[in-house]
Each structure stands twice: as structure tokens, then as C-alpha cells.
């Protein structure tokens, strides 16, 4: 079935050898589905939100610019094997970019999106999953959605209606389950403990913008970014001409991150966050409070990407943690 899937113009997304990141595969044996490995580096949100793009080229035609659109593809992107802490950050991330604006580069690629998920069943000390209303056997965010029974054999559920056309020319490759099987197997993940209660997050950082938790933390912070590259769900971009001339240039969309210091800086030299201690806050009311203000939901899975691999150990469920625990001293 994964020889068939590759064909017909689909990019299937796999997590990487190494566990670095997320990459095209170009055969059956690249296929990798890690439900019980710790989650990649990186998340697979570069294929629909890219690292760097063109949005439009220009050239001067001396009484009028001529505009160029960029050129994408059309097949299917197919993330395979996607843990339910991933599944769910193209559907969170539309939120943003379909409200004032509609990004067409990001809905061209969410549109295209076939999420097949896997139930999860690995938990170390940063996952956190359960803390933000997503749990290791959700299949929500997912199309198409495996339980694994062992090594070799899955369950396929499927779940949506874009999950249910995606398959159909597949079926023949599938036989008959054991529905009970499958929730057996379900039951028997274990799902990481609730670190904090998301909604008292975001009335503390209502009510306490001003803290000294903020500098505490935002002194340690390097700044470096990685937690925002890092993340599924993060999403700031920055617009840009490049290459250019009088003649011709280009125009591009790049991945930003509010933990750097230019992130904010106006071409006045103010910049209203000049210091680490105020980026670190954004970071957090951004997720805990402005987005689910704004959207009704949480910008964060609880994947433990950012804790992981941050250089200093600021672990972001920690930070949550201790904002739970201030809230109930006072
Ligand atoms: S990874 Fe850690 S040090 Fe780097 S910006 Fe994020 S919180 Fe700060
Ligand atoms: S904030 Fe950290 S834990 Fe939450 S989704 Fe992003 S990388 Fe994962």
C-alpha cells in the first residue's frame, strides 16, 4: 500500500531517520511510524507553513512593475504517522490564518493536507499532551488514524470525509478488523499526567501581566528561537524584499520568532519588547491566554519539543506548573 500511496503526485511525510524532523520520502522502505519514540525535533509544519517562500516576483518594466505570482505544486501532502500532539497543528494554526486575512499560501497547503495519525504510546518527562485537552489516543486533527495492535498490524480508523475519499482506492489493500482489538489496544496507552490547569494559566496571566515570575524566567532565556521553530503550532513570519535591484527582486514570507530582539523593533528604534524577560511573557500569554482569547483554543499541543531542546532547561509545562501554583498562593 505505501508503494501505491507514493504515486499519483502525493508527498508523504515521514518523521526522518534521525529523528530530526519531518521529509518527503521516495520509497516504501523510508516509511517510519515512531508512536512509540519520542517525537522528531522539529515538527512537519515547514510543509504547509514553509520555512522561507516567495510570494510574488517583481521587475520593472519602467512605467509599471510587472508582478510575478509564485508557482506551487497540487498533489496530496500526507503526513504519515502523525501522534495526535501533531495531528492537531494545521487545524490550529488555520485559526490565524483565516482571520483577518486569508493566507493563501498556508490554505493551498492546509487544503491539500491528508493527516494519518497514530495513537501514541510514548510518554517521557516533557509530554504534557493531557494538560492542553489532547490526549496520546485522540484521533482529533487526523483524516485517517492507526492504532497499532503490534509490530506489524494496525487498526485503520477513518475519520473524516476528506480521510474517507483519500483511502477509497486503497481499500482492496485492507482487510476486515476486529473492532474490539482496536480499543483494547487503545485502553491499554498510558497517558501522560495533567501538569496544569490550562484555563487558570490564562486568568493568572490576565490579572498579573506585570509579574516577576516573567523576569525570573525571561533572564535565563538565550533568545535563540528554537523553541519557536521547534513548535507545531508556532506561526510568526516575517515579510521581506530580497535579491533586489532598481531592475528586479523578489518578495518573501520567513519564519520569525518573538523570542528575538528585532522580532518588535520599529524602524524608529522603539522597540516595546526590549528585553528578554518581556519576549519570554509573549511566548507565554501568547499561547495561554491571547490565542484561546481569540480563538478558543490553546496554541500549544504538548508535544515538549521546546523543553527538550532548549539550551538553558526552561521547560515550558514547568513554567505553566509554577503559574498554577503562584495563582493558588494568592
Ligand atoms: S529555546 Fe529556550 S533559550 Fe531558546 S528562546 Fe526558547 S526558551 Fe529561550
Ligand atoms: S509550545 Fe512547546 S510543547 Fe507546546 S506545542 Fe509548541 S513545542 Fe510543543
Redesign the pocket.
Known amino acids: 500500500m505505501a508503494e501505491e500511496l507514493l504515486k499519483g503526485g502525493n508527498a508523504v511525510i515521514c518523521e526522518d531517520e534521525k529523528g530530526r524532523g519531518w521529509k518527503r520520502i521516495d520509497s516504501p522502505s523510508e516509511v517510519r511510524i515512531n508512536h512509540n519514540e519520542v517525537p522528531s525535533n522539529i515538527?512537519y509544519k515547514e510543509f504547509v507553513f514553509s520555512k522561507t517562500e516567495p510570494i510574488f516576483y517583481f521587475k520593472n518594466r519602467k512605467e509599471n512593475y510587472e508582478l510575478a505570482e509564485a508557482a506551487d505544486g497540487n498533489g496530496k501532502i500526507v503526513f504519515l504517522g502523525a501522534k495526535p500532539?501533531d495531528a492537531r497543528s494545521v487545524e490550529i494554526m488555520s485559526k490565524v490564518f483565516n482571520w483577518d486575512y486569508k493566507d493563501k499560501f498556508f490554505n493551498e497547503k492546509a487544503e491539500r493536507t491528508i493527516v494519518i495519525g497514530v495513537a501514541c504510546s510514548y510518554k517521557d518527562e516533557?509530554c504534557?499532551c493531557t494538560s492542553?485537552n489532547i490526549n496520546p489516543a485522540s484521533p482529533e486533527g487526523s483524516d485517517i488514524f492507526l492504532v497499532p495492535l503490534d509490530e506489524k498490524e494496525y487498526a485503520v480508523r477513518i475519520i473524516t470525509e476528506k480521510g474517507k475519499e483519500f483511502i477509497s482506492p486503497y481499500l482492496k489493500y485492507l482487510t476486515e478488523g476486529n473492532a474490539a482489538r482496536s480499543e483494547e489496544a487503545l485502553g491499554k496507552i498510558k497517558w501522560p499526567g495533567k501538569k496544569f490547569e490550562p484555563g487558570k494559566v490564562r486568568e493568572w496571566i490576565g490579572n498579573n501581566f506585570e509579574h516577576k515570575l516573567f523576569d525570573e524566567i525571561g533572564s535565563t532565556c538565550l533568545g535563540c528561537g528554537q523553541?519557536a521553530f521547534?513548535?507545531?503550532?508556532?506561526h510568526c513570519f516575517d515579510i521581506v524584499d530580497e535579491e533586489c535591484s532598481y531592475e528586479c527582486g523578489r518578495r518573501m514570507k520567513n519564519w520569525d520568532a518573538c523570542q528575538f530582539g528585532l522580532f518588535t523593533l520599529h524602524s524608529s528604534g522603539h522597540n516595546p519588547r526590549d528585553n528578554q524577560n518581556k519576549r519570554y511573557r509573549q511566548r507565554i500569554a501568547h499561547?495561554f491566554k491571547y490565542y484561546a482569547d481569540k480563538f478558543g483554543e490553546i496554541?500549544?499541543?504538548?508535544?515538549?519539543?521546546?523543553?527538550r531542546g532548549c539550551p538553558v532547561q526552561i521547560d515550558?509545562?514547568q513554567v505553566a506548573a509554577e503559574i498554577n501554583s503562584t495563582a493558588n498562593r494568592v
Open positions: 515538527s500532539c516533557f504534557f492542553v523553541c521547534a513548535c507545531p503550532v508556532c499561547k496554541l500549544c499541543t504538548g508535544c515538549g519539543r521546546c523543553s515550558i509545562a
